[in-house]
């Protein structure tokens, strides 16, 4: 027996097949001195358009969104622009800024190319936030604007360290979801991590990608066109060292359907896997228990850590077995805030595409 | 007996025989040790300095962070406002960072600004707050240092029971400072010890302006002083920023004195050549012990190999025993050198902060970097000492009456001319800056063969020299003769240091005249505006005499040049320094025929007068100049000094940026005594041209005084090498010193002998190491300088330069050899010699 575990140990030493470095806590750091922050409960739940608007009282919260795109060529892309927001907690009160902080991530790949920038900004100081009447919500020049209090029909315009320049015109074609209960979606077994969550995922994209004025030719312009999803979250429990991570997913059927799972990783507790299936016409459904699984089936090796980046997602109902895949290797953002978000391939018993985010591996 | 057990028996037999020696003798294998100890702990030293000084302000190419671009009020009465800042952000120039200044009154301590016992540092330091988010995204090494600490909860709270920010200064103030308890203001919180980090301005302490406005400091008392173009702006971002600024607000180019072009490239070079010359140093010193070594034991090789001991053991024990004192002085000197480094530090500081006005950085010692290059060393003078020494060692143990013949006079010579030969064939055909490196140091190897050749030849020159009248005269010179064929390797890292460091100040002073010189001639004018739009006729007013300065790009033979403007008139053919030039040069100029080339285009693009050459569009402001549409033939008139400048560059007519477009952001004004400037000082930046000349050139000596102290640490481990080796060999002297005194020598007499000795032999080196350094300047200056950097500029001796080298390392040798000549003890000791 010793000799086999001797064996088993010294195999897995050669062929790297060691199971993903121990997760640390992907917002600890930012947040480490926030207050505690007001509690998310399930009696209070989400309205809009109001809460497309920012919840300073909250630790953490973010809008994040992610896109699939194809240009006329057929060349696929995968797209992302969040904005996160982090209460702080100075030990002074300052007349710049007011407790708050903001960071902005905006990410673009190719087949064969990776652009990324991370951009900081204090509350208060008036280069960053969200607003909802109209809904604008800006850090610099990185803007997503709406002419009313709705999130769409909207026009979201980036650039990324002078190589790329976005700008899309984002349409819908179903309702906003929220998700768990009303939107109060709980994260661990325990209930004591807890966000209020929705999303939009059936985001029409349309516009234009401009690659390459850095190196000094023209860049060069593509028109592209796709499906985008939308998340907007916001919590206190999660800002939290003790809440290790997430492998989250969002998913396009082909049929139209939409899913999102998630497993979060916390500390001292079973690993928490729930997640929502949304019907072609918007009907959605909370996936939990027994219901669903999440596995790992695959590893990359990033920044020399072993990064699970192929994944089984099993549904009983509807019944689903599917083969997630990244789009390309190395979508990782290494950001202060560093972690995996790249586009996946989606197979098996249904077809698909969509984007893959795990946190908790840097 | 079976053969192998005889060889260990022989092999321990030898091993307690060295150990033996080492108990008897044991000041030879200490020093031994002590000399391998100081070139490691010398190459340590050198590494760590160079390391430390290599990440000073000096050796960065990008400006200080608060150096560079700005914009700020137009006028006093008006000020920036946060709406500005914010408008101009979101507009897209992410590269504008608020900051608001504070000078004070600030206090060292906890004690309130006004209160009693804290010392008041207002006339020392300026406070500055940074929008340390928003630096961030800039992707600087200082921005990220500054931001990590403006966000970091782990930074300690000097000051108990009190609300404190995290603030970083230059390492130079941060040492000068010495404020352990924090810095307190009159309002606001408090401020924690700085942080040292490099691009910050001397004088200045830097805190996130969200701690910046705090208590009574408000926007309203303390407006925002600039916003700082954290990265550099090119033209196009500085003209659109220009279109976007409103009316209250300027935008202020970055000065051009500031701009650092290629001193920073040529200093980070200095530096790298430094830590070649000590290692090479530090080899020679190396394999001098070895091969001392080597001939205190050979006597008793000969004898145990009498006995029967085989010449293979005797080899294998005299590698092993060397070896052991290279694998124990080794990490040795390389920890008392990082502890003396270390234990230096603050010295070095404020002296690099006092003396330089230049930061030195603590270094952080990589120890297994350190310790790998010094044992690359040692091992590598080992592997020498086995090809050269040691083989001789068998030929000795196998039949000990054939003893090498000298070298006669012919031999030498011939070897002197194939040295000769090889080091012009290295310099002549060099042709890359990796080449030109190479033969300087074929050039150093090449001298000290030379020395190995002819010294112990011209020392004997001096013994048949010396009247017989003189019998200590003949003993000093005999006695060098002696010396100088056991100490070779000694002075070869003596010659090596010595020629460097005449070559370098050679270098550093042609560079130096040939600078201040071209400044003088370049900046004609008594003092230049820069601004970020060129000057009305109304600003300059009626008496004083504007020229302005235009600029374009395009393209000749495919490549990108840039492309400035000037006058053709007397003032502007005077003011340019044209290396090269046709008779009409002028002429064909102001024709529009021909273009002046900077040295860098004509050295990359192989071009000198007469030649032509396909000039492209010239591009103003990203539009064609009507009056150059491209492509176009032109004759080159000319070839002028252009020093610092990393980019090829030719001059057109005016007429080309007609109507005027492309202003380069600087201004020339002439007749201006007297004249009212206040209107021009309100536009842009006034400089007189006295004073930039003395900023360029206070630059350039703080640059160049850090190698200089480099050079003279390289030398000082070469004059201590040296002086174990007197030490080693003096040992040997004692019969004859014995002797000496019972002739009634007296002992101030021996010692002054012996020093008239060591110092006939170090001036004889010096006189060898004087030709090889003026030549290894040259190499330098046309060579390194031109394939590293594309311009060189003339070669020139100075006698009081030269004079002073010599005399300096001389004095440093001098001072060095006291130690053991001090510590001579020239009493009779028989019983040590009977024993012996």
Same mark, same amino acid.
């Given at each position: 027996?010793?000799? $086999?575990?001797?064996? @088993?140990?010294? %195999?897995? !030493?050669?062929? &790297?097949?060691?199971?993903?470095? #121990?997760?640390?806590?992907? *917002?600890?750091?930012?947040?480490?001195?926030?207050?505690?922050?007001?509690?998310?409960?399930?009696?209070?739940?989400?309205?809009?358009?109001?809460?497309?608007?920012?919840?300073?009282?909250?630790?953490?919260?973010?809008?994040?969104?992610?896109?699939?795109?194809?240009?006329?060529?057929?060349?696929?892309?995968?797209?992302?622009?969040?904005?996160?927001?982090?209460?702080?907690?100075?030990?002074?009160?300052?007349?710049?800024?007011?407790?708050?902080?903001?960071?902005?991530?905006?990410?673009?790949?190719?087949?064969?190319?990776?652009?990324?920038?991370?951009?900081?900004?204090?509350?208060?100081?008036?280069?960053?936030?969200?607003?909802?009447?109209? $809904?604008?919500?800006? @850090?610099?020049? %990185?803007? !997503?604007?709406? &002419?009313?209090?709705?999130?769409? #029909?909207?026009?979201?315009? *980036?650039?990324?360290?002078?190589?790329?320049?976005?700008?899309?015109?984002?349409?819908?074609?179903?309702?906003?979801?929220?998700?768990?209960?009303?939107?109060?979606?709980?994260?661990?077994?325990?209930?004591?991590?807890?966000?209020?969550?929705?999303?939009?995922?059936?985001?029409?994209?349309?516009?234009?990608?401009?690659?390459?004025?850095?190196?000094?030719?023209?860049?060069?312009?593509?028109?592209?066109?796709?499906?985008?999803?939308?998340?907007?979250?916001?919590?206190?429990?999660?800002?939290?060292?003790?809440?290790?991570?997430?492998?989250?997913?969002?998913?396009?059927?082909?049929?139209?359907?939409?899913?999102?799972?998630?497993?979060?990783?916390?500390?001292?507790?079973?690993?928490?896997?729930?997640?929502?299936?949304?019907?072609?016409?918007?009907?959605?459904?909370?996936?939990?228990?027994?219901?669903?699984?999440?596995?790992?089936?695959?590893?990359?090796?990033?920044?020399?850590?072993?990064?699970?980046?192929?994944?089984?997602?099993?549904?009983?109902?509807?019944?689903?077995?599917?083969?997630?895949?990244?789009?390309?290797?190395?979508?990782?953002?290494?950001?202060?805030?560093?972690?995996?978000?790249?586009?996946?391939?989606?197979?098996?018993?249904?077809?698909?595409?969509?984007?893959?985010?795990?946190?908790?591996?840097? | 007996?079976?053969?192998?057990?005889?060889?260990?028996?022989?092999?321990?037999?030898?091993?307690?025989?060295?150990?033996?020696?080492?108990?008897?003798?044991?000041?030879?294998?200490?020093?031994?040790?002590?000399?391998?100890?100081?070139?490691?702990?010398?190459?340590?030293?050198?590494?760590?300095?160079?390391?430390?000084?290599?990440?000073?302000?000096?050796?960065?190419?990008?400006?200080?962070?608060?150096?560079?671009?700005?914009?700020?009020?137009?006028?006093?009465?008006?000020?920036?406002?946060?709406?500005?800042?914010?408008?101009?952000?979101?507009?897209?120039?992410?590269?504008?960072?608020?900051?608001?200044?504070?000078?004070?009154?600030?206090?060292?301590?906890?004690?309130?600004?006004?209160?009693?016992?804290?010392?008041?540092?207002?006339?020392?330091?300026?406070?500055?707050?940074?929008?340390?988010?928003?630096?961030?995204?800039?992707?600087?090494?200082?921005?990220?240092?500054?931001?990590?600490?403006?966000?970091?909860?782990?930074?300690?709270?000097?000051?108990?029971?009190?609300?404190?920010?995290?603030?970083?200064?230059?390492?130079?103030?941060?040492?000068?400072?010495?404020?352990?308890?924090?810095?307190?203001?009159?309002?606001?919180?408090?401020?924690?010890?700085?942080?040292?980090?490099?691009?910050?301005?001397?004088?200045?302490?830097?805190?996130?302006?969200?701690?910046?406005?705090?208590?009574?400091?408000?926007?309203?008392?303390?407006?925002?002083?600039?916003?700082?173009?954290?990265?550099?702006?090119?033209?196009?971002?500085?003209?659109?920023?220009?279109?976007?600024?409103?009316?209250?607000?300027?935008?202020?180019?970055?000065?051009?004195?500031?701009?650092?072009?290629?001193?920073?490239?040529?200093?980070?070079?200095?530096?790298?050549?430094?830590?070649?010359?000590?290692?090479?140093?530090?080899?020679?010193?190396?394999?001098?012990?070895?091969?001392?070594?080597?001939?205190?034991?050979?006597?008793?090789?000969?004898?145990?190999?009498?006995?029967?001991?085989?010449?293979?053991?005797?080899?294998?024990?005299?590698?092993?025993?060397?070896?052991?004192?290279?694998?124990?002085?080794?990490?040795?000197?390389?920890?008392?050198?990082?502890?003396?480094?270390?234990?230096?530090?603050?010295?070095?500081?404020?002296?690099?902060?006092?003396?330089?006005?230049?930061?030195?950085?603590?270094?952080?010692?990589?120890?297994?970097?350190?310790?790998?290059?010094?044992?690359?060393?040692?091992?590598?003078?080992?592997?020498?000492?086995?090809?050269?020494?040691?083989?001789?060692?068998?030929?000795?143990?196998?039949?000990?009456?054939?003893?090498?013949?000298?070298?006669?006079?012919?031999?030498?010579?011939?070897?002197?001319?194939?040295?000769?030969?090889?080091?012009?064939?290295?310099?002549?055909?060099?042709?890359?800056?990796?080449?030109?490196?190479?033969?300087?140091?074929?050039?150093?190897?090449?001298?000290?063969?030379?020395?190995?050749?002819?010294?112990?030849?011209?020392?004997?020159?001096?013994?048949?020299?010396?009247?017989?009248?003189?019998?200590?005269?003949?003993?000093?010179?005999?006695?060098?003769?002696?010396?100088?064929?056991?100490?070779?390797?000694?002075?070869?890292?003596?010659?090596?240091?010595?020629?460097?460091?005449?070559?370098?100040?050679?270098?550093?002073?042609?560079?130096?005249?040939?600078?201040?010189?071209?400044?003088?001639?370049?900046?004609?004018?008594?003092?230049?505006?820069?601004?970020?739009?060129?000057?009305?006729?109304?600003?300059?007013?009626?008496?004083?005499?504007?020229?302005?300065?235009?600029?374009?790009?395009?393209?000749?033979?495919?490549?990108?040049?840039?492309?400035?403007?000037?006058?053709?008139?007397?003032?502007?053919?005077?003011?340019?320094?044209?290396?090269?030039?046709?008779?009409?040069?002028?002429?064909?100029?102001?024709?529009?025929?021909?273009?002046?080339?900077?040295?860098?285009?004509?050295?990359?693009?192989?071009?000198?007068?007469?030649?032509?050459?396909?000039?492209?569009?010239?591009?103003?402001?990203?539009?064609?100049?009507?009056?150059?549409?491209?492509?176009?033939?032109?004759?080159?008139?000319?070839?002028?000094?252009?020093?610092?400048?990393?980019?090829?560059?030719?001059?057109?007519?005016?007429?080309?940026?007609?109507?005027?477009?492309?202003?380069?952001?600087?201004?020339?004004?002439?007749?201006?005594?007297?004249?009212?400037?206040?209107?021009?000082?309100?536009?842009?930046?006034?400089?007189?041209?006295?004073?930039?000349?003395?900023?360029?050139?206070?630059?350039?000596?703080?640059?160049?005084?850090?190698?200089?102290?480099?050079?003279?640490?390289?030398?000082?481990?070469?004059?201590?090498?040296?002086?174990?080796?007197?030490?080693?060999?003096?040992?040997?002297?004692?019969?004859?010193?014995?002797?000496?005194?019972?002739?009634?020598?007296?002992?101030?007499?021996?010692?002054?002998?012996?020093?008239?000795?060591?110092?006939?032999?170090?001036?004889?080196?010096?006189?060898?190491?004087?030709?090889?350094?003026?030549?290894?300047?040259?190499?330098?200056?046309?060579?390194?300088?031109?394939?590293?950097?594309?311009?060189?500029?003339?070669?020139?001796?100075?006698?009081?330069?030269?004079?002073?080298?010599?005399?300096?390392?001389?004095?440093?040798?001098?001072?060095?050899?006291?130690?053991?000549?001090?510590?001579?003890?020239?009493?009779?000791?028989?019983?040590?010699?009977?024993?012996?």
């Amino acid at each position: 027996m010793k000799a $086999f575990l001797i064996g @088993i140990t010294a %195999w897995c !030493w050669l062929t &790297a097949c060691s199971e993903p470095a #121990p997760r640390s806590s992907v *917002f600890s750091q930012p947040a480490a001195s926030a207050s505690v922050g007001v509690q998310v409960v399930p009696e209070r739940p989400v309205v809009w358009p109001q809460d497309h608007a920012s919840h300073p009282a909250f630790a953490l919260e973010w809008w994040y969104l992610t896109f699939v795109l194809s240009d006329e060529q057929q060349r696929q892309y995968g797209l992302q622009f969040t904005l996160f927001r982090f209460t702080t907690n100075p030990p002074y009160d300052s007349h710049w800024t007011n407790g708050q902080q903001w960071m902005g991530h905006a990410s673009l790949h190719t087949p064969t190319a990776h652009f990324y920038e991370e951009r900081l900004a204090g509350g208060g100081v008036g280069n960053a936030g969200v607003s909802a009447a109209p $809904f604008m919500l800006a @850090i610099d020049n %990185w803007q !997503w604007v709406s &002419a009313n209090t709705d999130l769409f #029909p909207s026009v979201l315009q *980036f650039s990324i360290q002078n190589d790329v320049s976005v700008e899309l015109a984002l349409t819908t074609s179903g309702p906003l979801i929220a998700h768990g209960q009303g939107g109060y979606s709980e994260k661990s077994a325990s209930g004591k991590y807890r966000s209020y969550y929705y999303s939009q995922p059936f985001i029409q994209a349309s516009g234009q990608l401009a690659i390459g004025p850095k190196q000094g030719s023209a860049a060069t312009a593509v028109k592209v066109k796709g499906q985008g999803w939308f998340d907007h979250e916001w919590s206190s429990q999660l800002a939290n060292n003790d809440a290790l991570g997430w492998d989250w997913f969002s998913v396009h059927l082909q049929d139209g359907a939409k899913l999102m799972v998630f497993t979060m990783h916390v500390k001292g507790e079973a690993p928490y896997t729930t997640g929502t299936f949304i019907t072609a016409h918007g009907e959605s459904t909370t996936l939990a228990g027994d219901a669903l699984s999440i596995t790992a089936s695959g590893y990359e090796a990033i920044n020399g850590q072993q990064v699970p980046v192929e994944w089984q997602i099993d549904l009983a109902e509807p019944a689903m077995h599917l083969t997630i895949k990244p789009f390309k290797p190395g979508q990782w953002n290494p950001g202060r805030v560093a972690y995996y978000e790249g586009r996946i391939q989606v197979s098996g018993s249904h077809q698909g595409t969509g984007f893959m985010e795990l946190t908790g591996y840097q | 007996m079976p053969r192998r057990l005889w060889a260990i028996q022989h092999w321990w037999l030898m091993v307690r025989t060295l150990a033996a020696m080492a108990r008897q003798k044991p000041w030879q294998p200490l020093l031994i040790v002590v000399a391998i100890m100081v070139a490691t702990g010398g190459l340590s030293s050198v590494s760590l300095i160079n390391a430390g000084a290599s990440q000073g302000e000096l050796a960065n190419t990008t400006p200080g962070l608060l150096s560079g671009a700005m914009v700020v009020a137009r006028s006093p009465e008006h000020s920036i406002t946060r709406a500005d800042y914010v408008a101009l952000r979101k507009a897209g120039f992410t590269q504008l960072i608020a900051i608001s200044r504070d000078s004070g009154p600030f206090r060292c301590g906890s004690a309130p600004a006004s209160g009693r016992g804290a010392r008041d540092i207002s006339r020392a330091v300026e406070i500055i707050g940074i929008d340390t988010l928003a630096m961030a995204n800039a992707n600087l090494p200082l921005a990220r240092a500054l931001a990590d600490a403006a966000n970091s909860t782990a930074a300690p709270q000097p000051i108990p029971g009190s609300v404190s920010s995290v603030s970083a200064a230059s390492p130079a103030l941060v040492s000068r400072l010495d404020c352990p308890g924090g810095i307190s203001r009159d309002s606001g919180i408090a401020i924690r010890p700085p942080t040292p980090l490099t691009q910050i301005p001397d004088n200045t302490i830097v805190v996130p302006l969200a701690a910046f406005y705090t208590g009574n400091y408000t926007l309203h008392n303390r407006p925002i002083s600039a916003l700082v173009a954290a990265t550099p702006l090119s033209p196009r971002q500085q003209n659109a920023l220009t279109r976007q600024l409103p009316v209250h607000l300027k935008f202020k180019p970055p000065p051009a004195i500031q701009q650092p072009g290629t001193l920073s490239d040529s200093f980070q070079l200095n530096l790298w050549a430094m830590g070649m010359l000590m290692a090479v140093v530090a080899l020679f010193i190396v394999l001098n012990a070895l091969t001392l070594m080597y001939r205190s034991r050979l006597p008793q090789m000969v004898r145990l190999r009498q006995l029967g001991v085989g010449r293979y053991s005797l080899i294998n024990a005299l590698l092993g025993e060397l070896a052991l004192y290279c694998a124990l002085a080794t990490p040795a000197g390389v920890l008392a050198g990082v502890a003396l480094t270390r234990q230096l530090t603050p010295t070095l500081s404020s002296t690099f902060a006092n003396l330089f006005n230049a930061p030195f950085v603590r270094p952080s010692p990589l120890l297994a970097e350190l310790l790998l290059s010094a044992f690359a060393i040692s091992f590598a003078a080992l592997v020498v000492f086995f090809v050269v020494p040691a083989r001789q060692l068998g030929g000795a143990l196998n039949r000990r009456s054939r003893r090498t013949t000298p070298l006669n006079t012919a031999q030498r010579l011939c070897i002197t001319a194939v040295i000769v030969v090889v080091n012009s064939v290295a310099i002549l055909t060099a042709d890359s800056t990796l080449w030109a490196l190479i033969s300087v140091a074929l050039v150093l190897l090449g001298g000290s063969l030379l020395i190995i050749l002819w010294l112990p030849g011209f020392t004997r020159l001096l013994v048949r020299g010396v009247p017989p009248d003189y019998p200590l005269a003949g003993y000093v010179v005999a006695s060098t003769y002696a010396f100088s064929a056991k100490s070779r390797l000694a002075v070869c890292a003596f010659f090596i240091a010595l020629s460097a460091n005449i070559g370098m100040n050679v270098m550093t002073d042609s560079f130096r005249q040939a600078t201040k010189s071209w400044l003088t001639q370049r900046l004609a004018a008594p003092a230049y505006l820069y601004s970020a739009t060129p000057p009305s006729p109304s600003q300059v007013g009626s008496n004083i005499t504007a020229r302005i300065s235009y600029r374009g790009y395009t393209q000749v033979n495919g490549a990108p040049v840039t492309v400035r403007s000037v006058s053709d008139d007397k003032t502007s053919q005077d003011s340019l320094a044209l290396s090269q030039q046709l008779p009409n040069a002028w002429t064909l100029f102001s024709q529009n025929q021909a273009v002046l080339i900077n040295q860098q285009m004509a050295l990359r693009q192989h071009l000198a007068p007469g030649a032509k050459i396909t000039l492209g569009s010239v591009r103003v402001k990203d539009q064609v100049s009507p009056h150059h549409i491209g492509p176009a033939e032109r004759i080159v008139a000319g070839v002028y000094l252009d020093y610092g400048n990393p980019d090829a560059q030719l001059l057109l007519p005016l007429s080309v940026f007609a109507p005027a477009a492309g202003f380069a952001g600087v201004t020339a004004l002439y007749n201006v005594d007297g004249a009212d400037l206040s209107a021009l000082k309100a536009f842009g930046e006034l400089y007189e041209t006295s004073a930039l000349i003395t900023t360029s050139m206070a630059t350039f000596d703080r640059t160049f005084v850090l190698t200089d102290a480099l050079n003279i640490v390289t030398l000082l481990v070469a004059a201590l090498a040296f002086a174990i080796s007197v030490s080693v060999l003096t040992l040997d002297l004692q019969p004859q010193l014995t002797l000496l005194r019972t002739l009634g020598v007296r002992q101030w007499q021996i010692k002054a002998a012996l020093g008239a000795q060591y110092m006939l032999l170090c001036t004889a080196t010096a006189m060898v190491a004087l030709p090889f350094g003026i030549g290894l300047a040259g190499i330098f200056i046309y060579q390194v300088n031109r394939f590293a950097f594309s311009w060189v500029y003339p070669l020139q001796l100075s006698a009081q330069v030269l004079i002073s080298s010599v005399l300096f390392s001389l004095a440093v040798i001098l001072v060095v050899l006291l130690l053991p000549l001090g510590r001579l003890n020239n009493k009779v000791d028989l019983r040590q010699e009977g024993a012996g």
